[in-house]
């Protein structure tokens, strides 16, 4: 089954981030479909 999480920050009038990971989850540990960096990337 595949799934998501979607965490975000919004700050009232400020716009804001959601961080989408997508997951197969299987038995035993998922696997990360959206293997991409959490760090800030300021562009």
Do not use: F, N, S, Y
Not at 1 to 21: F, N, Q, S
Not at 22 to 38: C, D, F, H, I, S
Request: aromatic content about 0%; hydrophobic content about 45%.
């Amino acid at each position: 089954m595949a799934v998501t999480v979607e965490p975000g920050a919004h700050p009232a009038g400020r716009g804001g981030v959601r961080i989408e990971d997508t997951l197969v989850v299987r038995a035993g540990a998922p696997q990360l479909l959206t293997p991409t960096t959490k760090e800030l990337v300021v562009v």
